[in-house]
């Protein structure tokens, strides 16, 4: 049973953030995510501050300078289905196509789909871990098959977002408003390691606010991102990747290569680039670039089987990305 809180639908932007400086207050978006946290008790709040009716934070707009902004309250749908975003922004379309189900993607929000909490089933149960301010990661001594191989430590979470790796291959950034006015922030540095602090997923305030997200112009960048996961239904990333290449005739003059389902974070790979940048990718090219984007890989009792994965992903993915030309 969900505990009591009270609800609110602020009328403007303005009125969210005031609404949301008290003590228990939660911010609520499309509520995929959110409602079923509370469900289950993983935390609790005292008043909802529901965002859902502010117009001005839903739609994908075009920038002065080619670029791409989009509203916090987009849905993942709209995101995935947009024809520009397909056409220039690749990776971000098809990881918006790669979250969840329909119904999901038709309710959930892409400001919602970077904030959402992690999905390790012992900060999901009834276990008081240490990202609920407990003593242990109980992943560590447990069932670890779904959890990090990079970036973890003390807490061995899985980033859950599909469209934030791809929102870092893009060079993206999100906007922030709150009590203290507003910042822009790379999605490359919006998320936090558990080694920097084990409690909270984002670099978010008390009270701040997502309200949209700029992507650069692309200028020509060819992006893709692929998941694998358990089943082709609905289900989170077991290792994904999302690449962003620039070419110069057949060499690769820039290139982001990006980890979802491997850390705490989406995770750039820039050893990975370094071997790319550069080059005429071939087969043993991006054999290198896979290896080199593993080096650090540190899996947990039983998730050893995502290293192999990964670097045939990664591989398999680059090679295509160029065979594309
Ligand atoms: C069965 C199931 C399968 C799923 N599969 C996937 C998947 O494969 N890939 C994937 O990426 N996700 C998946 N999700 C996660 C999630 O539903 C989506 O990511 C969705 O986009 C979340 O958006 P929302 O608007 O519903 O967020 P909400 O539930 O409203 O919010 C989620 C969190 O983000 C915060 N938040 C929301 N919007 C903002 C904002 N603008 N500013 C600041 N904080 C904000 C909320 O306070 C809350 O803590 C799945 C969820 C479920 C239930």
């Not at 080619?66 to 690749?90: D, Q």
């Not at 560590?140 to 899985?158: K, M, R, S, T």
């Not at 906007?175 to 919006?190: L, N, S, Y």
Request: glycine residues 10%; proline residues 5%; aromatic residues 6%.
């Amino acid at each position: 049973m969900l505990t009591n809180f009270s609800y609110i639908r602020p009328k403007s932007l303005r009125e969210a953030v005031k609404a949301l400086a008290s003590d228990g207050a939660g911010l609520h978006a499309g509520g995929t995510d959110l409602l079923g946290c509370l469900r289950d008790h993983v935390f609790d709040i005292k008043k909802m501050v529901s965002i859902s009716g502010l117009k001005e934070l839903d739609g994908i707009r075009e920038t002065a300078d080619g670029g791409i902004r989009i509203g916090a309250l987009t849905t993942v749908s709209k995101v995935a289905e947009n024809p520009f975003l397909k056409k220039h922004y690749a990776a971000l379309a098809q990881a918006a196509e790669a979250v969840a189900s329909p119904q999901l993607r038709n309710q959930g929000t892409i400001g919602g789909n970077l904030c959402q909490k992690p999905r390790c089933w012992y900060y999901r149960g009834e276990f008081h871990c240490l990202r609920k301010g407990g003593e242990k990661c109980f992943a560590v001594a447990g069932e670890n098959q779904y959890h990090c191989i990079l970036g973890g430590g003390p807490c061995f979470i899985v980033h859950p977002s599909d469209t934030a790796p791809a929102l870092v291959a893009h060079d993206a950034s999100v906007r922030i408003v709150g009590p203290k006015g507003t910042r822009t922030i790379a999605v490359e540095k919006f998320h936090v390691l558990p080694g920097v602090d084990a409690r909270r997923e984002t670099m978010l305030g008390p009270g701040e606010i997502v309200t949209e997200i700029v992507l650069p112009p692309s200028q020509g960048v060819r992006s893709t991102y692929r998941k694998v996961r358990d089943r082709s239904a609905w289900d989170f990333a077991l290792a994904g990747v999302a690449l962003a290449i620039q070419l110069n005739g057949d060499v690769v003059s820039k290139a982001r290569v990006v980890l979802s389902g491997a850390a705490p974070i989406p995770w750039r790979s820039k050893d990975a680039e370094q071997v790319i940048i550069g080059q005429k990718v071939d087969g043993t090219v991006a054999s290198k670039a896979a290896e080199a984007a593993l080096r650090n890989a540190r899996p947990l009792s039983q998730n050893g089987y995502k290293v192999p994965m990964f670097r045939a992903l990664i591989e398999e993915e680059l090679e295509a990305i160029i065979r594309k030309a």
